[in-house]
């Protein structure tokens, strides 16, 4: 079987808060992964910029997206979503914040699964958060079609630290909950899916955006039969994990693409 890939990205999660969130299982998942807890984001720490960094591989400064606002490109660089169309692979998103549809083009991406809901929503039949929501309905469509590459996005450790601050009782709450999530997705998902876990940036007090260490630092785990259990010894930048996923997938990485394959 070829190598396929999820990536779960959690909103604004630092890495000592998924060290102190109090769920058990991230010292398994840290165990059986090959990780780093120093991993850096780009510069302005703003969650748009950083995903567009993320799925193209470059500097805001080259993509053109500085603000949660989109910018379309002067000068395109091709994201990871064309990379994978283009190598006849099929990718899936699911996701609870409207502004990243702009990460990929019309037909680039097989499957969308969009829930404009708040931050706090509670499904008012099962109690289960928005989060967790968003991740079974990636599960269930995994289930049935096995995409080649699956991005699952969870929004409410952000919006917990812009309500109550970054560590605050909340926010570690939201970690604790897309922990959950995480351990539903290695659980339930096949050898052939590479699982790749990390954050845009993170945060202090009740923002972020800034060149300081809270907001730049960021988790990168690789949960994978291709990769060694431990710490991973060099740098990584968020800009390295669209040509890690096309390595995993063996598409070919855009010549432009800044980041190298983890």
Request: charge should be negative; charged fraction near 25%; hydrophobic fraction near 35%.
């Amino acid at each position: 079987m070829e190598n396929k890939v999820i990536l779960i990205l959690v909103d604004g999660m630092r890495p000592d808060a998924l060290l102190n969130c109090g769920n058990p299982y991230v010292k398994e998942l840290l165990d059986s992964s090959y990780y780093t807890l120093e991993a850096q984001t780009v510069m302005p720490s703003v969650t748009l910029p950083c995903h567009m960094s993320l799925f193209h591989s470059v500097d805001p400064g080259r993509h053109g997206v500085t603000t949660n606002i989109f910018t379309p490109q002067v000068r395109p660089v091709a994201g990871l979503n064309k990379k994978i169309k283009d190598a006849g692979k099929r990718s899936a998103h699911f996701y609870t914040w409207d502004e990243l549809r702009d990460l990929y083009r019309p037909g680039e991406v097989e499957r969308v699964d969009f829930i404009d809901i708040h931050e706090y929503y509670q499904d008012p039949e099962t109690g289960e958060y928005i989060d967790t929501v968003i991740t079974r309905k990636a599960l269930d469509y995994i289930s049935v079609k096995k995409p080649d590459f699956v991005f699952i996005y969870l929004g409410l450790t952000d919006g917990a630290g812009h309500r109550d601050g970054w560590m605050s009782d909340l926010q570690l709450f939201a970690v604790n909950n897309a922990v959950s999530c995480m351990k539903k997705v290695v659980e339930e998902v096949s050898e052939d899916y590479t699982v790749i876990i990390t954050a845009d940036h993170g945060g202090h007090d009740r923002c972020h955006g800034t060149d300081i260490p809270e907001d730049m630092t960021i988790p990168v785990i690789i949960r994978s039969k291709e990769y060694p259990i431990g710490k991973i010894e060099k740098p990584v930048s968020i800009k390295d994990i669209a040509p890690t996923i096309t390595k995993l997938l063996n598409v070919s990485a855009d010549r432009e693409w800044e980041g190298s394959v983890i």
